[in-house]
């Protein structure tokens, strides 16, 4: 041990009296490091634990068929306790009024043992109890990150009512920090209970049945009881169904059944394996980009070390043995690598803070998954560290070790030294991985260059987006449709302003109404024909810069008591199209497309 302590105080010596060669190096290894560790604290908060302040997240599991009625979950939960303990949830945006300020929120309903279920614990107050499914009490659990956001912290928030929907629903607890629930994906502001969400329901929704079998609208997932495994419950919940549905006269469909999977292992695997496979191209280009910084300082090294084989064949001279020279050109990598991880950690933190304020699709960004350069991370940075530094000082070093004194001291220049040999062999190891990178990024650029130039049929481009949905603070039909007719209005009023419309379907926002149709004086022996349905405002392919090929747009004289009216696309009736109606007759009520106003580029 002391003599490793003595070969790293001679490094730090030796590397003060290079201080440009050193502060290089050091900003070399910062760069690598850094964005290596910062990368690996997003795989980390996204990929590695997808689920936090959940207990055995392992042990999870979900039915990954359709959604269920709520009579269908109270018989599987009841009947399968033996193999799974099981929740449901139900996810539904509700319009939060704060402050006299009503925003949309990100709400689960969810049964009284959703907690328990996952194992969670409240940061404040308490979760559900049994029996709340029922409850004639309206109550909600807040998300960690709206109570600091909305409420402050304000621990005083728990036993006070806050208006969900119009409705007044007391806080009785606030969820750990951190805490997303059981879907990948999904960033709830709140939960409220299967006994709550009837009186905040709206719209159509306010008229449907809970207790009806006909309505599929909870996911089911469970925790697995000591002893059972995924093929276990997979059977058990098979015959609870077949049995639930031969009771009730209906047809069991074992496709739609037949699959229990691991939360924990379906995390993030919903569009086919999307985010994996993002951050392992990410990850695998700032590796790429470390080794050959790795191949850069093996060259300095070797360089320096050309320097100072006067030095390193009198020591030889002088009784050093090859495993001492080696080991001290290992020790100056070393310190070096050391260095680097600790600038690299400042760089992380830049780093990690750039990339988690990329905007990404409704306004999300990766701040949600909270990565942070917790205990885990700063491993990864050491382990990181010393595989670098002896990445890079190992070849320096064999090459330092096996220099015959001998030779150096007689200063034979006609020959040629196993160090060229080396350097060499880095300088083609460098090139290489440089090309690979080269290509690839060109690959990359091309391939962004050609999406950001595919002609969407709309313009973007100075459009500004601001989502209403007026059925969720309870608007009657002819408030809803004065309020957006009017905001229109006033919005074309302004100056600078050239267009301005509404949409019940956000064009590439993946939502869809679908409505089947028929042509006069045209025989359809089988099912008619479906169409996307989009309900739009007058002005609307104005507003989106979308020509109208024949005919004309929708205008104000496009309102009830007027003719019927539609515009389709040319792909109707050649395959599945998209037809486009006026909102008239309370239309833009019943498809609930109104509430607070939020801005968005």
């Known amino acids: 041990m002391a003599g490793l302590w003595s070969d790293v105080r001679f490094a730090l010596r030796s590397l003060r009296r290079s201080p440009a060669f050193a502060a290089m190096a050091i900003a070399i290894l910062a760069v690598g490091i850094g964005a290596n560790t910062a990368i690996y604290s997003l795989i980390d908060a996204i ?59 990100s709400g689960l309903v969810v049964s009284d043992n959703y907690f328990d279920v996952l194992r969670v614990r409240p940061a404040l107050g308490r979760f559900f109890r049994a029996g709340e499914n029922d409850s004639a009490e309206a109550v909600a659990v807040l998300g960690h990150g709206l109570w600091k956001g909305r409420f402050g912290g304000d621990p ?28 990948f ?18 719209g159509p929704l306010a008229t449907l049945d809970m207790k009806s079998r006909n309505w599929g609208w909870l996911s089911v997932f469970g925790r697995l009881e000591p002893g059972a495994t995924a093929a276990g419950a997979r059977a ?14 209906e047809r069991f469909e074992p496709a739609r059944w037949n699959v229990v999977r691991s939360i924990r292992s379906a ?50 001279a002088l009784g050093a043995t090859p495993i ?14 050391a260095a680097g991880a600790a600038a690299g950690l400042l760089v992380a933190s830049w780093t990690l803070s750039a990339l988690t304020r990329i905007p990404l699709m409704d306004g999300l960004t990766l701040s949600l998954f909270e990565p942070r350069l917790g205990p885990r991370a700063l491993a990864f940075a050491g382990a990181l560290a010393a595989f670098v530094g002896v990445a890079f000082g190992v070849l320096p070093a064999l090459a330092a070790a096996r220099g015959p ?23 083609a190891a460098q090139v290489a991985l440089c090309l690979a990178l080269l290509v ?86 089988g099912r008619r024909p479906v169409a996307d349905l989009a309900p739009v405002g007058p002005r609307y392919f104005r507003t989106l810069g979308i020509p109208v090929a024949e005919g004309r747009e929708f205008d104000r004289d496009d309102r009830s008591g007027s003719p019927s009216v539609a515009i389709v696309n040319r792909g109707l009736g050649l395959y599945q199209g998209k037809v486009y109606v006026p909102v008239i007759d309370g239309r833009l009520v019943a498809l609930d497309a109104t509430t607070p106003m939020e801005e968005a580029a």
């Not at 994906?185 to 709206?202: A, E, H, I, N, Q």
């Open 47 to 105: 990929l590695l634990r997808p689920l936090p302040a959940v207990a055995e997240p392992g042990r999870l599991v979900d039915l990954t068929g359709d959604s269920v009625a709520l009579p269908v979950y109270e018989t599987l939960r009841d009947e399968a306790r033996t193999t799974a303990a099981l929740a449901a949830q139900s996810d539904r945006s509700m319009s939060l009024l704060h402050g006299g300020v009503a925003r949309m929120a």
């Open 156 to 183: 005083s928030v728990v036993g006070r009512p806050v208006v969900l929907n119009g409705v007044a629903v007391t806080v009785i607890g606030v969820a750990p920090p951190g805490f997303r629930g059981e879907t």
């Open 185 to 202: 994906g999904v960033f709830p502001d709140l939960w409220v209970s299967l006994g709550t969400w009837p009186r905040l329901r709206t």
């Open 236 to 249: 058990a919940l098979t015959s609870v169904l077949q049995r639930d549905a031969a009771a009730h006269g």
């Open 267 to 316: 995390a993030g695997a919903s569009d086919g394996d999307a985010p994996a496979r993002a951050f392992t191209l990410l990850g695998a280009a700032v590796l790429g980009a470390l080794l050959i910084a790795c191949a850069n300082l093996a060259n300095l090294l070797l360089a320096r070390a050309a320097g100072r084989e006067r030095e390193i064949a009198l020591r030889q």
């Open 324 to 337: 001492r020279i080696a080991r001290q050109v290992l020790a100056e990598s070393l310190v070096l690598s």
């Open 405 to 427: 004194a001998a030779g150096v001291l007689a200063a034979n220049a006609a020959t040629i030294s196993p160090r060229s040999r080396l350097k060499g062999a880095l300088v």
């Open 440 to 525: 690839t990024s060109g690959l990359l650029a091309r391939s962004l260059m050609r999406a950001w130039s595919v002609d969407l049929g709309l313009q973007t481009r100075g459009v500004v987006l601001a989502r209403v949905q007026l059925g969720l603070a309870r608007y009657d039909e002819p408030r809803a449709i004065a309020f957006v007719t009017e905001l229109a209005e006033r919005l074309e009023s302004r100056r600078g302003i050239a267009a301005a419309s509404w949409t019940g379907v956000l064009p590439l926002s993946g939502g869809r109404e679908e409505e089947s149709f028929e042509v006069e004086g045209v025989a359809y022996p």
